[in-house]
């Protein structure tokens, strides 16, 4: 009888074990489901929201898809109150991107109610408020919380959040680090690829306290002729020699310049003559292009005119004349400037072995390559 008593205790025990196994098993499923889906809505999403504004909202395609997956998602949820809650809250950072602020509002407290202090929840709630610098006190108080260690539950998010905020107030250096602590901190690759180019942004503009008023406006993916000539007036003494430090105006800078040949007519790199038409000071500046500013004011500041010609002496003579950059004719007229401008590390190849020289100067980029002459 003992012997029978003790089999059902032993028995009703291992049965005991096995359900509590399979909730377990059932649970964390669940949560590894759950993961994977907002690993999916974080890859439709995030590249929208670095993108911003404008910009984002002409992605329309995108949105619907991204809207599409969301919405799936929220037919499919389950019981989970947290995981509901970031599913509204992703929805509400969506509805920012499609320009409608009060559904995402309301799906913020929606967000906020059914599971208070979600990342996603959060990051909406620090999004809705317009002015960068009470979003950077937002975001400082919620690190507070959160904590400063690399591995802490939304740690990257908000890093994240902060570079975004930083860039917007102009504090660059700080705003390259938040991005570096972000990327490091074991986030979704997406938020890499996506806010990659704002960090590399940033950390080229980290030392531009004290720049002149109006220069920040041309800190820009593509700069015109005017632009280049306005970053060297305000920015350095690289351009004395040519107004002998008297105000003269925009147009006749340019044409002072233009006469000189610090500007090219063409930037063409294949031509074979100059043509006679003179370029307009509203053109976009191409690497080519920088590269031929750049390499004659770099001689000029070195009073040292040979090095104009230094490199097609060097590799476009003879019967086979050569270039050491795969896409840089040997007889270009630009060849000695865009290698010029390659040894002596003011520009580089995109790829270890192409300069594309078709492709547009960034200001920051044209800024530092100037401020590095100058000193």
Same mark, same amino acid.
């Given at each position: 009888?003992?012997? /029978?008593?003790?089999?059902?205790?032993?028995?009703?025990? =291992?049965?005991?074990?096995? @359900?509590?196994?399979?909730?377990? @098993?059932?649970?964390?499923?669940?949560?590894?489901?759950?993961?994977?889906?907002?690993?999916?809505?974080?890859?439709?999403? %995030?590249?929208?929201?670095?993108?911003?504004?404008?910009?984002?909202?002409?992605?329309?395609?995108?949105?619907?898809?991204? *809207?599409?997956?969301?919405?799936?998602?929220?037919?499919?949820?389950?019981? +989970?109150?947290?995981?509901?809650?970031?599913?509204?809250?992703?929805?509400?950072?969506?509805?920012?991107?499609?320009?409608?602020?009060?559904?995402?509002?309301?799906?913020?407290?929606?967000?906020?109610?059914?599971?208070?202090?979600?990342?996603?929840?959060?990051?909406?709630?620090?999004?809705?408020?317009?002015?960068?610098?009470?979003?950077?006190?937002? %975001?400082?108080?919620?690190?507070?919380?959160?904590?400063? *260690?690399?591995?802490?539950?939304?740690?990257?998010e908000l890093q994240i959040?902060?570079? @975004?905020?930083?860039?917007?107030?102009?504090?660059?250096?700080?705003?390259?680090?938040?991005? +570096?602590?972000?990327?490091?901190?074991?986030?979704? #690759?997406?938020?890499?690829?996506?806010?990659?180019?704002?960090?590399?942004?940033?950390?080229?503009? *980290?030392?531009?306290?004290?720049?002149?008023?109006?220069?920040?406006?041309?800190?820009?993916?593509?700069?015109?002729w005017s632009d280049c000539?306005?970053?060297?007036?305000?920015?350095?003494?690289?351009?004395?020699?040519?107004?002998?430090?008297?105000?003269?105006?925009?147009?006749?800078? =340019? &044409?002072?310049?233009?006469?000189?040949?610090?500007?090219?007519?063409?930037?063409?790199?294949?031509?074979?003559?100059?043509?006679?038409?003179?370029?307009?000071?509203?053109?976009?500046?191409?690497?080519?292009?920088?590269?031929?500013?750049?390499? /004659?004011?770099?001689?000029?500041?070195?009073?040292?005119?040979?090095?104009?010609?230094?490199?097609?002496? *060097?590799?476009?003579?003879?019967? &086979?004349?050569?270039?050491?950059?795969?896409?840089?004719?040997?007889?270009?007229?630009?060849?000695?400037?865009?290698? #010029?401008? @390659?040894?002596?590390?003011?520009?580089?190849?995109?790829?270890?072995?192409?300069?594309?020289?078709?492709?547009?100067?960034?200001?920051?980029?044209?800024?530092?390559?100037?401020?590095?002459?100058?000193?």
């Amino acid at each position: 009888m003992k012997r /029978h008593f003790l089999f059902l205790l032993l028995a009703a025990a =291992f049965f005991s074990s096995c @359900v509590s196994m399979k909730g377990d @098993v059932s649970l964390n499923s669940q949560k590894g489901q759950a993961q994977k889906n907002i690993e999916e809505i974080e890859t439709a999403v %995030i590249p929208l929201e670095a993108a911003g504004g404008a910009q984002a909202r002409g992605k329309q395609n995108e949105i619907a898809a991204a *809207r599409q997956i969301i919405t799936k998602k929220e037919k499919e949820a389950s019981a +989970d109150a947290e995981y509901s809650g970031m599913l509204l809250a992703w929805s509400g950072r969506l509805a920012i991107i499609e320009g409608k602020y009060s559904d995402a509002q309301r799906l913020y407290r929606q967000s906020s109610a059914a599971s208070a202090g979600n990342v996603p929840s959060i990051i909406l709630g620090i999004r809705l408020e317009g002015d960068p610098t009470k979003r950077l006190e937002l %975001i400082e108080k919620e690190l507070s919380i959160v904590g400063r *260690r690399s591995n802490a539950v939304g740690f990257g998010e908000l890093q994240i959040e902060r570079g @975004v905020s930083l860039t917007e107030v102009s504090r660059f250096a700080e705003a390259a680090g938040a991005f +570096d602590a972000a990327f490091s901190s074991g986030i979704n #690759g997406v938020y890499k690829e996506s806010y990659g180019d704002l960090r590399n942004r940033a950390w080229e503009l *980290r030392n531009t306290s004290g720049m002149a008023a109006g220069t920040m406006n041309m800190m820009q993916e593509r700069i015109t002729w005017s632009d280049c000539i306005a970053i060297a007036r305000n920015e350095t003494q690289l351009l004395r020699f040519i107004s002998g430090g008297k105000d003269i105006g925009e147009a006749e800078f =340019f &044409n002072r310049l233009l006469d000189r040949a610090f500007i090219p007519y063409t930037q063409d790199i294949n031509i074979n003559e100059w043509p006679k038409t003179k370029p307009d000071k509203s053109e976009f500046v191409t690497r080519a292009g920088a590269a031929w500013f750049i390499w /004659h004011l770099y001689a000029e500041s070195r009073a040292d005119k040979s090095l104009l010609s230094r490199y097609s002496a *060097r590799y476009a003579t003879g019967a &086979n004349p050569r270039s050491p950059i795969t896409d840089i004719p040997p007889l270009s007229p630009f060849f000695d400037s865009i290698l #010029g401008c @390659v040894e002596t590390e003011n520009l580089s190849l995109m790829d270890g072995r192409n300069f594309r020289p078709a492709q547009f100067i960034r200001g920051s980029e044209m800024l530092a390559v100037l401020k590095k002459i100058d000193n």
